[in-house]
Structures are given as C-alpha cells and as structure tokens.
C-alpha cells in the first residue's frame, strides 16, 4: 500500500531556529499533501494543504511565515518552522491522500515529528 | 465542511465487540465517511471508508443508515492492542479531524 516517510521524528531545537520537517511518498506521486498539527490528548488541526508546483493553502489562523510549506515535487513536501518558540512545541503530522476505489480521498500519514523548542 | 460528534471515550474488554457512533447530521451528497485510528505519538491508520449500507474488511464493520447522518464502527472482539484513538470523518476531498473517541480495552 501507499507509504509516507515524514522525517525527523523527533526533533529538539533553541529558542529562535529554524526547522525543517520532511514529508515523502515513496511509492505514488502526491500533487497534494496535508500537514496537521497535534497538541497532547487532543485531535489533529489541519493547518495546510501543500500543491505541487503551487502556493500553500494555508487554515484560518496558520501564520504563513511562520510555518513555511514548500512542495517542489510530486514526492516530497516539506514544513519549515521558522524561528520556533516554545508555543511551537507540538507533534506535526503530514498526509498524503489517494482516491480509494470509491473516488473519494483516503488519507496516509506519515509517522509524525515531534518538536520540542527549548 | 459536515462537523462529527463522537463519544469522548469508551471502555471495554477484551474479546468484546466495540461499536463506536458518529453523528454527521450535515452530511453532503459526495461525503464518504472514513475511519482512522490513532495510537500514542504515531500518525492514524486508515481503518475503514462507507458511503452508504454496510462495509466490511478484515478489521472492521462499517454501518451506515440509509439517511447517512450517523456512521457506527464495529470493532470484533477487541484486544489490547485496540486501544486507541478512533476518528470519524466525513468529507471527499479536505479531511477535518473532530475529537475522536479515546477507546481503552481491559484484560
């Protein structure tokens, strides 16, 4: 089945750096990747929609400068998390969907990356 | 977007069926409803996708009456390692996660 390498799964940085989190699918072509956003004991936030060759589609209250998406090819999407704070300590998810046989999105998930700024 | 309404958490033990509700009253025409499971610090886990009457594969059952505007998930006899969390969602395109539902299983 579709696979999702998301990478590093845990990450640990200074206050005021920046982070770059990976997102790949290794066995399909994704023109279009989700990236959520998952607080302890609560549910995933989508926070954007990445497109191939395109702008990001960022969520209501997603600061663009602040978490950088860039999708440069139809396998690999990538989260930049510039000049972190500790409020953006947080477990970032991405996904990848594919139409099932139905036609209707079927979402795989990379493992996740969990970022603690210091 | 059609928002859920799932049980916060639910408790059972092992060997029993578990049937998890979700409630989409707003659901549209091309909505498909989808299943995902989550465990601690991992990404979900696709379980399951119904539009409509019922759906069955290795792991699960998928219910879905014929208004479609509430979904049950039926988990066989359940084991330890089914303890997680279980997300509805409703949607074709744009996937929105609600809160889910916390399901501990018992020896």
């Known amino acids: 089945g579709a696979v999702v390498s998301q990478h590093p799964s845990r990450v640990i940085c200074k206050s005021g750096t920046s982070v770059k989190i990976e997102c790949r699918s290794l066995?399909?072509?994704?023109?279009?990747m989700f990236w959520y956003r998952q607080f302890p004991k609560k549910s995933l936030m989508l926070m954007a929609t990445?497109?191939?060759?395109?702008?990001?589609?960022?969520e209501q209250g997603v600061e663009k400068d602040k978490f950088l998406i860039n999708h440069a090819s139809l396998t690999l999407s990538t989260l930049t998390v510039t000049s972190a704070h500790p409020e953006d300590s947080s477990f970032y998810i991405c996904s990848a969907p594919d139409r099932g046989a139905s036609g209707a999105n079927v979402l795989t998930f990379g493992a996740g990356s969990r970022l603690t700024v210091l | 977007l059609a928002k859920t309404t799932q049980p916060i958490s639910m408790d059972s033990y092992e060997g029993q069926e578990v049937n998890i509700t979700c409630s989409h009253n707003n659901i549209a025409t091309n909505d498909y409803i989808t299943w995902y499971q989550q465990f601690p610090s991992q990404g979900p886990r696709f379980i399951i996708q119904g539009y409509k009457t019922k759906v069955t594969n290795e792991v699960a059952s998928l219910f879905i009456p014929a208004d479609r505007k509430s979904s049950t998930l039926s988990l066989p006899r359940v084991s330890l390692s089914d303890t997680a969390v279980y997300y509805c969602l409703v949607g074709f395109d744009k996937l929105i996660f609600g809160t889910g539902t916390r399901l501990q299983v018992f020896p």
């Open positions: 066995d399909f072509q994704a023109t279009t």
């Open positions: 990445s497109n191939e060759g395109s702008k990001a589609t960022y």
